[in-house]
């Protein structure tokens, strides 16, 4: 789920994938780091921002996570967790900065039990998180609904989703959102929405497939992963901005099966694979 802020347009816009959080009353945040490459341009500006990114072409994510495990109902278990998987993040990520030589700087992590707003709005409606590119915060909710499900690799796949928003914004594709949607009717923008969406499935999916071992994640476990969302992907949105489940399925198996953001963009997509 991401929020496109005063930053980016302007007026606040919501989109993003939801996944569930969870319960305590604590908030962290992961400090700020700018790369120190040397040889760093610009990311590119306007449509090819989103159809000709420099990403596209850095290869296979270098990923690894040794996250640990998370406890059914215990919140210190579930925060330590996903802040682990951040770190993971933040490194394989940053590896795919450097190769694109394009500058990179780490989100802040900011853990809630209750539904805060931020500088991009309102918590979206049925989110468990979100990302506001506004101030490149990551917002995890900690509920209990969440802490019920200890299932590590679900919670992966959402932490990397919100994080590959941040990625969107570092590379210059949530500011060509942004502009393309102010003002634009209301068919337009929630196909942009779900073309920006989908994308950080598949990104997702893609840091997912390199630290799968990692997380014990079985094939037979993806599998039922990638069918539930089918199913159900698209029940929590129904205004249809983050795409159909079958959809939301296909950007997934798409990014989980080649490990890298050259299987994930969307924007040259057909209206079909993204609808």
């Not at 509920?143 to 992966?156: E, Q, S, T, W, Y």
Request: hydrophobic share 35%; charged share 15%.
């Amino acid at each position: 789920m991401t929020g496109v802020g005063a930053a980016d347009a302007a007026t606040p816009s919501t989109a993003g994938v939801a996944a569930s959080a969870s319960t305590a009353s604590v908030t962290a945040s992961a400090t700020n780091s700018v790369s120190n490459s040397v040889s760093k341009q610009a990311p590119p500006r306007g449509r090819l921002a989103a159809t000709a990114s420099p990403l596209y072409r850095t290869g296979t994510l270098n990923a690894s996570c040794a996250a640990g495990q998370i406890r059914a109902g215990s919140a210190a278990s579930y925060r330590n967790f996903m802040t682990q998987v951040n770190r993971c993040l933040n490194l394989a990520w940053k590896t795919q900065f450097r190769k694109a030589k394009l500058p990179f700087a780490q989100p802040v992590l900011r853990f809630t039990t209750t539904k805060v707003g931020s500088p991009c709005g309102r918590w979206p409606s049925g989110a468990g998180g979100y990302y506001c590119s506004t101030n490149r915060t990551i917002y995890i909710g900690v509920f209990r609904d969440v802490l019920k499900n200890p299932f590590g690799p679900n919670h992966v796949q959402f932490m990397a989703h919100e994080y590959a928003h941040h990625v969107q914004q570092l590379g210059g594709i949530m500011s060509y959102y942004g502009q393309s949607t102010w003002r634009a009717r209301t068919s337009t923008k929630l196909a942009f929405s779900r073309r920006i969406e989908l994308q950080a499935d598949c990104l997702g999916s893609a840091f997912l497939r390199q630290v799968a071992d990692d997380v014990s994640l079985e094939q037979e476990q993806w599998d039922s992963m990638v069918e539930w969302t089918a199913r159900n992907g698209h029940k929590t949105w129904p205004t249809n901005d983050h795409g159909k489940g079958p959809s939301q399925a296909y950007w997934m198996n798409r990014g989980f099966n080649s490990g890298s953001p050259s299987a994930c963009n969307t924007w040259t997509a057909s209206a079909r694979s993204v609808a």
